[in-house]
């Protein structure tokens, strides 16, 4: 038996198939639009990561005269 697929919208759950053309749309527009945070999240991460390496870098290079 196929599970249906679900989409959860303020702790309501509703069937993907049921859904309107419209709020299909809306919901695909809204999955890029996470999916896009999440990519620019991990961009931070990697960003913050390098600022602390060039900081401690930095910090060893003053240090060190």
């Given amino acids: 038996k196929k599970k249906m697929a679900t989409v959860t919208i303020d702790d ?6 049921t859904l309107s053309d419209a709020a299909k749309e809306q ?11 999440n990519k620019l999240n991990a961009q931070l991460a990697v960003y913050k990561t390098a600022g602390v390496a060039y900081t ?10």
């Fill in 27 to 37: 919901l695909g527009s809204l999955q890029f639009v996470r999916g896009e945070i």
């Fill in 12 to 17: 309501k759950e509703y069937d993907v198939d």
């Fill in 56 to 65: 401690a870098a930095l910090k060893k290079e003053l240090d060190d005269k």
